[in-house]
């Protein structure tokens, strides 16, 4: 018969404070997690490698229905569109698109990763301040709805529709002030100065564009349902004001995207699950705001939401490993991983939740978890209390779906492999993991440099 033979942990000296506890306890962060959908971390690292990024199909799917469900019970007609740059990688796009999902997309390479993955032309929303002469024609000929930025995008749509025999389908982009600030006035056309109902005149005038509808993207990260209600409540102003002078109905108002999703921003006290508002909460103060607009039944625009990283944060896991343990020189523990700020672009401003992915004892201690780039920046959290972790043990960090895998840079070694686990617990392979060949096939190497002596 065999015994397991129990692990070694070194004791360990803690300082105790005294004074009043955090009222959550101390032992939110760590506990073990050992499988992701019924798969074992250790299993997906033996067979995909580490650092590994995951994602839950089922997490996405079930975050849909939930967003869908809060707005289809409060409003007779809502569209949500997956915005591409959150997380674009085709698979994850595709969940979406099977759930119902139009695309928005704010670049040309966007817009054309839409197409490949077969979203009709008429179901792509097509945002940013740079769009080329080129993207735009090819828009406009797929009858895309195009969000104006500024005026000389206007002006070249303009020009684009005098040659052809398609009539744009435009909106403008308005910027206002929802009560929350910095104010996100860069994009688009200004409410409060006039700017948006210029823009809409000089739309309105032009026999060859029709303005569809009015889109707002108020900021990103946002934890106030009440600044949506503003903005819904202004957008509907605009489309009220609209009718009246013109007798059109606007088919379509669309409010962007930026609802928190539950990670915690460095700094804030109370963690994100607990300060995030519900999508209950932003339908809320949307819906509302828009049926007491004074909108007649049959006038209702279309509901577009834009919801990035609300609808695929949770869904995403980072995988990695402890490479080693050393003590810094004010005796701090610091425990460095296998994976660095470069494929975790958002530690820059969440302090992620990272448990460890097997089991261990009662100890535990305040740790830096340093990732393995050599670079000073290169920090995964300044501060976190875990149990000590050995060489090659394993760590899971939580809500890591947004902006990750889109905002990642290669950088002194290649970016890893993206699992997806489908709704049956399956696992596969969405991304491989890159290669040198892969990184290096576009560089070009000029033929007097091809060769050398040492
Ligand atoms: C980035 C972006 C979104 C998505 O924002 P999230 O914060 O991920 O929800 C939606 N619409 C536009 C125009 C964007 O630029």
Redesign the pocket.
Known sequence: MTTKKLQYERPVIQKLNTGVMNKFGTKTEYKPVTHIDDNSVKDLIEKFGSPLFVISEKSIRDTYHNANRAFKNRYPKVQFAW?Y??NYVNAVCNVFHQEGSWA?V?SGFEYNKALQNGVPGNKIIF??PDKSEAELTLAINNDSLI?IDHLDELYLIKEIANQSKKRPRVAI?VNMDTGVYPMWDR?GFNYENGQAWDAINKIMLNDKMDLVGL?S?I????LAPSAYGIAAAKLSDLAIAIKKKYKKNIQYIDM????ASKNTLKGSYLQGVDTSPTFDQFAEAITTSILNAGFTENELPLLIL???????DDAGYLLGTVISNKRLSDGRRATIMDFGVNILFTSFWYDHKISPAQEFGQYTEDAVLYGPLCMNIDVIRENITLPPLMRNDHVVVHTVG??NMTQWMQFISLRPAIVMIDTKNIPHIIRNRETLNSIQGDEVMPKHLKDFKL
């Open positions: 915005s740059k959150t928005e704010v945002n940013g969000h982009r994009f889109h993207h900021g990103t990260f946002m962007g995207g930026g609802f834009e919801t990035g990283r609300a609808l695929i947004a902006y």
